[in-house]
Every structure is written in C-alpha cells, then in structure tokens.
C-alpha cells in the first residue's frame, strides 16, 4: 500500500545545482562562501539586520538564551503545548522553565495567563508560533516592555508567516528557527538566530565558536566556555536554494490548507483548523484539524483508521507539564491545553502533495470521522 507521509521535503534542480557547487568549489577559501550568502539573504527576508546560522533550532535558542545572559534562578514563560526543543535550552542554562496557557484559537501563548506568571525572576517571554499560527506578539510585547523582560519567538515553525505587516521572527529581542527536515524550508538538519541587535549577534557568534572572539590574534584561545552549533557549508548551499524558492514553498503550503480547510469544515460541523487573523499570513506549516469539544469521536479511533489507509497524520504536541522531563510542573494549570491535546492532529502537507493524494486524505478523515461518530 502507499504511504502518504506528512511531511517531507521539495528538493529540485536549483538545489542539486548548489549542493553540487559547494561540493565541487567550496572549500578553501570558499569555504564560509553559502554560509554567508544564506545568512545575508535570510536576515534579508525576515527584513532584520543580522542572522547567524546554527546545525538546528535548539542550538540557535541555546546560543541566544546564553547570549542574553539567562541562567539559574531566572524564570522563562512559554506554552504548555510545545515540542520539547523549545522547552530544554532553558533547561541547558540551568534557568527555570515556566508553562502556562494557550489561547483556543491560535493554541499560542494566552497573554494574561503570561502577565499572571509574571515573578521577580521572570527574565524572557518565549513566544512559539505553532504550526504556523502568530502569536500574539503586540499584546506579549507590551507585557515584556513593562515588566523589562526579552521576547523571544520561536519560529521554527512559521517561517512565510507574517504578522501585520512584519515576518514572523523580525519582532523580537532574536528569533530562532529550523530547517530539519520537516519544516517549511529544509538544510537537512539546521536552524537560525535573527536579531536586529548587533551586540547580540555577536554574542551568539562568539559562543558559536567555542568562545572564541572575533579579531583576537591568539590561536586556539577562548575567552570562555562556548559551544559549536555551527552550519555547514553544503548545508547552507541547501539553504540558499531553498530560500530562492521560499514563497512558493509557502504558497503551496497555503494553497494544501485551503483545500483542506474548504472541505473539512464543509464536511464535519463544528471542526476548526489553523486561524489566519486579519491583517496576518499563516504559511500554515502544518494544517491541523480540531474535532469539536462535545464530540463523541474518540481521536486515537480516527488516527488508526488513517494510518490503516496508508496516511501520517499526527497528534498534537502534548502537554510539556505531563512529560517526565518537568515532572516538576504544575500540570493542573493549563486546561485549554490538555484539551486540545485531546481532539487536534496535524494532516498531511508535504509541497509535492498531489490533489488525487490530498482528496483520498480529505475522504479518509471524513469517512473516519463519521465513522468513529456513530461508533461512539
Ligand atoms: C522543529 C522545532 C524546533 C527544533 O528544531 P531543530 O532544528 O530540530 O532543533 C524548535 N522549535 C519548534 C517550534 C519546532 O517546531
């Protein structure tokens, strides 16, 4: 049977072109050359002043925490519904993670449930923007600038999204992204800081690499203890090409969840998926359906029909609080976000999806859906 898989990347001719490039010619003095360009054209997109290429997201929001000074005793908020890659560079600093609500309609950080976890300690408010969706980042900066506090966004998944005017990730104190594999633009493995503050970036470089300072002459002499999270070169190859193709990888991102969303919501009453408010674009990573929250169909039921018909779809993060890694937090908190847990997954969304493909995923799920309704 064909598997239909929920995500994977769009490779073609421009990317073997600079792969190829990179293997043949870029060494020597070549060597940094993608590294750059891609650094350069990224901070370009987002339209802020500076980006530093990272091997992964986690990396990136590792240096940047690091950057910012953050470590044991300070308190960082995020959302209970995360991947884990947000949630442990806090943990890597020694600082404090702390999990509180999510709004039901963009499953991102509730702003009040932010300003009520607000303590002496409080350092950073780290902004997620799930699947795609925007976070609400006028009302999380107004907070941060009246408690004095760094807003970071992670948009490792919302890479095309753009919030009144800016890109998702040009709003913050730095932002962080990834280009594994399954996100909307891939290096392989691979992420990114942005920052319009060039003390910062540098900051970040400098503990890029092992700690060593930019301009000092001494060999192998670091000024302190850094890291070495660095991109490669033929991986920033891959990336350069990509970014040339980024809006029509987001188009065709957007143009899979419109098709699902016309037809989920006309087939299944009372579902929702991923909201684009007015005035934003959602480049809609990962379109994701929510049942309604009287139903009787049971998520799991649905899932394993799917996946008997060849198709990934994928549940929702899960609660961070309920994990073993924070067993230590309060998971009693966050009742918005043990609830969508329960009834939301993600559908099948890779760019060269073919309609046939995506019309047999819109029949399975509505037929599961029905079926699991009258099961129950
Ligand atoms: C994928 C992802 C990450 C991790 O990215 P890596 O490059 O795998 O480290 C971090 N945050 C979010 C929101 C993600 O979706």
Not at 21 to 36: K, L, P, S, T
Not at 150 to 166: C, Q, V
Not at 187 to 200: F, I, N, V, W, Y
């Amino acid at each position: 049977m064909k598997r239909i898989h929920y995500t994977k990347p769009s490779v073609g001719e421009l990317e073997l072109d600079y792969v190829t490039d990179a293997v043949r010619n870029g060494w020597g003095e070549c060597c940094y050359d993608y590294i750059h360009r891609l650094q350069k054209d990224f901070a370009g997109y987002l339209g802020v002043d500076h980006a530093v290429a990272t091997s992964s997201c986690t990396g990136a929001l590792h240096l940047g925490l690091r950057a910012l000074g953050i470590g044991p005793g300070d308190e960082v908020i995020l959302a209970d519904i995360n991947w884990i890659a947000s949630a442990a560079p806090i943990l890597y600093v020694g600082a404090t993670p702390v999990v509180v609500d999510i709004l039901a309609d963009c499953w991102c950080l509730d702003p009040d449930a932010v300003r009520a976890a607000i303590t002496p300690r409080t350092r950073a408010i780290l902004a997620v923007h799930l699947y795609g969706n925007l976070a609400a980042l006028e009302a999380l900066q107004a907070i941060a600038d009246a408690h004095g506090l760094a807003l970071i966004e992670d948009a490792a998944e919302a890479l095309g999204s753009i919030y009144k005017g800016h890109m998702a990730g040009s709003l913050s104190t730095f932002s962080v992204f990834s280009f594994h594999g399954t996100k909307v633009m891939t290096t392989g493995e691979g992420g990114m800081l942005a920052t319009d503050d060039a003390e910062l970036a540098r900051r970040v470089e400098q503990l890029n690499n092992h700690g060593r300072a930019a301009g000092d002459m001494r060999q192998f002499w670091p000024s302190e203890l850094g890291h070495k999270y660095k991109m490669s070169n033929l991986q920033a190859a891959l990336g350069c090409a990509q970014l040339e193709r980024i809006e029509e990888l987001v188009q065709r991102k957007r143009e899979i969840f419109a098709r699902y969303q016309h037809q989920l919501t006309a087939a299944l009453p009372g579902v929702y998926m991923n909201p684009e408010p007015e005035g934003c674009r959602n480049s809609y990573w990962m379109p994701t359906l929510v049942l309604p929250s009287n139903s009787p169909v049971a998520m799991p039921a649905v899932l394993e029909r799917m996946r008997q018909a060849g198709i990934d779809a994928r549940i929702f993060f899960q609660p961070l609080s309920d994990t073993p890694v924070f067993a230590g937090l309060d998971n009693r908190k966050t009742p918005v976000a043990h609830d969508l847990a329960t009834r939301s997954f993600n559908l099948p969304s890779y760019h060269d999806l073919s309609v046939e493909d995506q019309q047999y995923v819109i029949a399975t799920v509505v037929a599961a859906v029905r079926a699991e309704g009258e099961n129950a």
